[in-house]
């Protein structure tokens, strides 16, 4: 596999331009609306400090996330919000000053919400993509200029598990970028959730410069644990410790439904699973020996015990650094009501909540 350089070790940031708040649930008539309270959000919450903070760790680049609402006015489609924009110039100018590279995430397009089920499908509705095409050649417009420094991420995770329909979309954007821009570095996932299991679903295409990525947060349970957003796991309410003797994930699985024979070829859950999970990946990479492969999301909420957070992200980054697959770690900040937080820095000084983890982040 080629190296994916200056974006071989990252952080994630969410919980500025996307997560600032959580849609679904708010009433069906509002959930679609900026207020005055989301700009001043987006006006305060994170500053050149951060990114300082940030290039600290000895990263060498930040996933920035943002959501097609905040910079789309949804009842004036195609319209941008400058004053939006404005903070990803300023997030890029501090980016640059620190020496770290940036991938610029749509987290959440219109129709294509985790947390939002409501709304019409992004992937049956093609008013919708239409919008998400527009809004990336909009970025290529304003960050033409800029080459390797900055990466496109298409999508989050497509919500879903139609891999034809989203591998019509991701080729339709990257065919239009391509006839404005052919280095642009473009960045893919998978369907259902950007699924480990379902790389081999996506279209690999005959450009060197489409990089593929995948997201992992098995085992759901553990890395889920009591999450307020998980209804079952919430409704389970148990600690899931990593790594763990079987038992208690067979009887969370037995008992949310009624599986009971989960994970019947393991005693433990721990290294070996997590290397069996991740086996797809390098199955990915062994059938695309010339393509470059990144796992662009993993991570676990920080409600549980932190030596648990240690275990699970040591096991995890072994795996991929044994297969020299580049990693962008979620999640450096989460708003406090984040169902799922996943933060890695405290709230008030933003200091590591784990200095063991920072330093996984070093080679």
Same mark, same amino acid.
């Given at each position: 596999?080629?190296?994916?350089?200056?974006?071989?070790?990252?952080?994630?940031?969410?919980?500025?331009?996307?997560?600032?708040?959580?849609?679904?649930?708010?009433?069906?008539?509002?959930?679609?609306?900026?207020?005055?309270?989301?700009?001043?959000?987006?006006?305060?919450?994170?500053?050149?400090?951060?990114?300082?903070?940030?290039?600290?760790?000895?990263?060498?680049? *930040?996933?920035?996330?943002?959501?097609?609402?905040?910079?789309?006015?949804?009842?004036?489609?195609?319209?941008?919000?400058?004053?939006?924009?404005?903070?990803?110039?300023?997030?890029?100018?501090?980016?640059?000053?620190?020496?770290?590279?940036?991938?610029?995430?749509?987290?959440?397009?219109?129709?294509?919400?985790?947390? $939002?089920?409501?709304?019409?499908?992004?992937?049956?509705?093609?008013?919708?993509?239409?919008?998400?095409?527009?809004?990336?050649?909009?970025?290529?417009?304003?960050?033409?200029?800029?080459?390797?420094?900055?990466?496109?991420?298409?999508?989050?995770?497509?919500?879903?598990?139609?891999?034809?329909?989203?591998?019509?979309?991701?080729?339709?954007?990257?065919?239009?970028?391509?006839?404005?821009?052919?280095?642009? &570095?473009?960045?893919?996932?998978?369907?259902?959730?950007?699924?480990?299991?379902?790389?081999?679903?996506?279209?690999?295409?005959?450009?060197?410069?489409?990089?593929?990525?995948?997201?992992?947060?098995?085992?759901?349970?553990?890395?889920?644990?009591?999450?307020?957003?998980?209804?079952?796991?919430?409704?389970?309410?148990?600690?899931?410790?990593?790594? $763990?003797?079987?038992?208690?994930?067979?009887?969370?699985?037995?008992?949310?439904?009624?599986?009971?024979?989960? &994970?019947?070829?393991?005693?433990?859950?721990?290294?070996?699973?997590?290397?069996?999970?991740?086996?797809?990946?390098?199955?990915?990479?062994?059938?695309?020996?010339?393509?470059?492969?990144? $796992?662009?999301?993993?991570?676990?909420?920080?409600? $549980?015990?932190?030596?648990?957070?240690?275990?699970?992200?040591?096991?995890?980054?072994?795996?991929?650094?044994?297969?020299?697959?580049?990693?962008?770690?979620?999640?450096?900040?989460?708003?406090?009501?984040?169902?799922?937080?996943?933060?890695?820095?405290?709230?008030?000084?933003?200091?590591? *909540?784990?200095?063991?983890?920072?330093?996984?982040?070093?080679?």
């Amino acid at each position: 596999m080629r190296e994916f350089t200056g974006y071989m070790r990252g952080m994630g940031l969410g919980g500025w331009l996307t997560n600032y708040k959580r849609i679904g649930q708010l009433p069906v008539d509002k959930r679609l609306d900026l207020t005055v309270g989301d700009l001043e959000h987006f006006d305060s919450y994170i500053t050149e400090a951060d990114v300082r903070n940030l290039a600290s760790f000895g990263i060498d680049h *930040v996933r920035l996330g943002f959501d097609q609402l905040a910079l789309e006015d949804n009842d004036n489609p195609y319209h941008y919000r400058e004053e939006v924009f404005r903070h990803i110039d300023d997030f890029l100018g501090w980016a640059a000053k620190y020496r770290l590279n940036v991938i610029l995430n749509l987290h959440k397009a219109i129709g294509c919400y985790c947390d $939002c089920p409501s709304m019409k499908p992004l992937l049956d509705t093609p008013e919708y993509q239409d919008r998400f095409v527009a809004l990336w050649l909009e970025f290529e417009r304003r960050y033409h200029d800029k080459g390797d420094e900055i990466v496109f991420e298409l999508m989050n995770e497509v919500t879903g598990g139609d891999a034809l329909k989203w591998n019509e979309l991701y080729k339709r954007a990257i065919a239009e970028l391509r006839r404005v821009n052919p280095t642009r &570095y473009i960045m893919v996932g998978s369907a259902e959730w950007n699924s480990v299991n379902r790389l081999r679903d996506l279209d690999v295409l005959d450009d060197e410069r489409v990089v593929y990525t995948f997201h992992f947060y098995a085992p759901f349970e553990f890395t889920h644990q009591r999450g307020v957003l998980q209804p079952m796991n919430h409704y389970y309410n148990r600690e899931m410790p990593y790594p $763990c003797e079987v038992g208690r994930y067979r009887d969370c699985q037995e008992f949310l439904y009624g599986r009971k024979h989960a &994970y019947a070829d393991y005693e433990e859950i721990g290294r070996k699973f997590i290397r069996d999970q991740l086996a797809p990946a390098k199955e990915f990479i062994d059938a695309h020996p010339d393509a470059i492969l990144t $796992c662009g999301e993993f991570g676990t909420i920080r409600s $549980c015990p932190t030596i648990w957070r240690e275990n699970w992200f040591a096991d995890v980054i072994e795996f991929l650094d044994d297969n020299s697959i580049p990693f962008t770690i979620w999640n450096y900040l989460s708003t406090p009501y984040d169902g799922n937080r996943f933060s890695l820095v405290d709230d008030d000084f933003r200091r590591p *909540v784990s200095e063991k983890i920072i330093g996984m982040l070093r080679r």
